[in-house]
């Protein structure tokens, strides 16, 4: 049963009485012999870290308001408690009982804000915002995006949202969810591997600085990684959870959440299943080196002309030829994916920005490898 309270509840860490208590400390420390002013809740809210605490979940973070989320919490019958207990401690000194009062003023903060969340989530009139999809915007904001009469309910809204809760981040800019509970719970079991609740870091996945913010060439990374670790993994129970990921990638529709620091490229992809992309090009030993030896030669040529540009001191304008040329590997790996098809325009587009920067750069380049993935024989 859907139970979304309860999902915004785990993308926020719970706040412990031993970091109040430190916090607390800190306070009392840096106002010894000083006269008391303002609100000190403010201040121990900083030292708690209460901001990051809610948005432990990187994707969900960047798309609560987080200003307006605040100062509801400040408006809060809670913070104006803690802050007359706070000033009370400064004048007679802090006692055992104090922490276990202040640590139950900062647990109705913490659910004043999990209240907050799931209410902007819950109102329908509104429409989609970015905790439902990112990459939408609320009817108050976009009306004439909508169409006439398009309404959604709470529990649609509600739906949508629980999903983007869900989700596991490749990174900052990159989530993935599916509603195949099977995959999501391994996906899951693999970012606890990793020492984290909702989040991978993109290196330990394979997944290059050039791929990390581009979705289509992040999945085939992540992909081809997975490959990787079935076929070097001794340990059986890792080796069973990998092959588990990749069969359920393989049959299951995926959504990619992508959100990079420029709010206007917000965008939620819909992938249907893999089946075709892996079969031809995964699980099929000779396509997949293929498409390795591509990745080893654009990793290796970007390299290199980066060192280049450094020596040459025109860092700028090669670092733009290169972003044409990841996007044209992007547009590559994105019809791959979706269609388990090359997008000839795109290899050439590619083949050519690589010409040009070896010509305007004098850098040695090899091709081979780019011919090879359009060859007749690549199924063979």
């Not at 990749?246 to 959440?257: A, E, G, M, P, Y």
């Not at 670092?319 to 044409?324: G, K, Q, T």
């Amino acid at each position: 049963m859907l139970n979304l309270r309860d999902k915004v509840e785990k993308v926020s860490e719970e706040i412990s009485i031993d970091e109040i208590q430190r916090a607390l400390e800190r306070i009392i420390e840096e106002a010894q012999g000083k006269v008391t002013k303002g609100n000190i809740a403010y201040n121990l809210l900083k030292e708690i870290d209460f901001n990051r605490k809610l948005r432990s979940h990187p994707l969900v973070w960047k798309a609560i308001d987080i200003g307006n989320l605040i100062q509801d919490v400040r408006r809060s019958e809670y913070y104006k408690k803690l802050d007359e207990k706070l000033n009370d401690i400064l004048k007679r000194g802090a006692e055992v009982e104090d922490l276990r009062e202040i640590k139950n003023l900062v647990d109705g903060l913490r659910n004043r804000a999990i209240d907050y969340i799931v209410k902007k989530i819950s109102e329908a009139e509104q429409g989609l915002r970015h905790f439902h999809r990112p990459g939408c915007i609320a009817k108050s904001e976009g009306r004439n995006l909508y169409f006439p009469g398009e309404d959604y309910t709470k529990e649609s809204l509600s739906w949508l949202a629980y999903g983007f809760f869900s989700s596991i981040a490749f990174g900052d800019s990159i989530g993935i969810y599916s509603e195949n509970d099977r995959l999501m719970f391994d996906l899951k079991q693999l970012t606890r591997r990793f020492g984290s609740k909702f989040r991978i870091e993109p290196g330990i996945l394979g997944i290059s600085e050039d791929e990390k913010d581009r979705p289509y060439a992040a999945l085939l990374a992540f992909i081809l990684w997975l490959v990787k670790k079935l076929s070097d993994e001794e340990e059986v129970e890792i080796k069973a959870l990998v092959q588990s990921i990749l069969d359920n990638l393989r049959v299951s529709t995926i959504s990619l959440l992508f959100m990079p620091p420029k709010k206007e490229k917000w965008s939620t992809i819909n992938l249907p299943r893999l089946d075709t992309f892996i079969d031809e090009w995964i699980l099929n030993k000779r396509s997949r080196a293929k498409i390795e030896a591509l990745r080893d030669t654009l990793k290796n040529f970007v390299a290199v002309a980066r060192r280049t540009a450094k020596r040459k001191e025109r860092i700028r304008e090669v670092e733009n030829a290169i972003d044409l040329l990841i996007s044209s590997y992007e547009t590559l790996c994105k019809n791959l994916i979706e269609h388990g098809s090359l997008d000839l325009y795109a290899m050439r587009k590619l083949m050519n920005v690589i010409i040009d920067i070896a010509i305007k750069y004098d850098i040695k380049t090899f091709l081979r490898p780019l011919g090879l993935v359009v060859g007749r024989d690549r199924l063979a």
